[in-house]
């Protein structure tokens, strides 16, 4: 027996909270989209720029997917913010530049934030297809977050919280 939540589940309908968590996705990767494309400019690290370049490539995808399923239940999607113009490094005055360190901790922040909305997602969807796109992307997210991780490590911008030092046991005489 089938009823309207069996069978094929993009045949199925998207609940609410679908809706809203397709339509919250593809707004943030529009807004990411258009800051790590500012970042670029402001990035002078060209490791830091490849994995801005992966970020931008992962945000066009998530905007794309997660227009077309709302495009599929006839929702409109939030608008795309307008391109930038270009700009070089040596252009920007030092008080206005990102710096490499606040360019990658902000990756990282945005990118563990991502990591929690997609595990959220995972878990509030019926239909098979979203969960699973959703997990696609966290998947990628892990892997993008271990390379920022890797390299704020590499180049001595990671500032790490206070750290649990193992201390010597008191002797008792």
């Not at 996705?25 to 970042?39: D, E, I, N, Q």
């Not at 690290?45 to 998530?62: C, F, G, P």
């Not at 991780?149 to 001595?156: D, R, T, V, W």
Request: glycine share 10%; proline share 7%; aromatic share 6%.
């Amino acid at each position: 027996m089938t009823g309207i939540l069996g069978g094929n589940p993009k045949e199925e309908p998207m609940h609410y909270g679908e809706v809203y968590g397709v339509w919250q996705a593809s707004m943030v990767a529009k807004g990411a989209l258009s800051c790590y494309r500012a970042f670029l400019y402001h990035a002078g690290d060209n490791d830091l720029k490849k994995v801005l370049n992966s970020m931008i490539d992962q945000a066009e995808l998530e905007i794309s997917e997660c227009d077309a399923l709302l495009a599929e239940q006839g929702l409109a999607s939030a608008p795309v913010y307008p391109n930038r113009p270009e700009a070089k490094l040596e252009d920007i005055p030092v008080g206005a530049r990102f710096t490499d360190p606040e360019i990658a901790a902000k990756l990282a922040a945005d990118n563990a934030a991502g990591l929690v909305a997609c595990s959220q997602m995972m878990g509030q969807s019926i239909r098979e297809d979203i969960g699973a796109l959703f997990g696609k992307y966290h998947l990628t997210k892990a892997g993008i977050g271990l390379k920022v991780l890797h390299l704020s490590k590499k180049k001595g911008w990671l500032i790490p919280p206070p750290l649990q030092v193992k201390r010597p046991e008191p002797v008792n005489a």
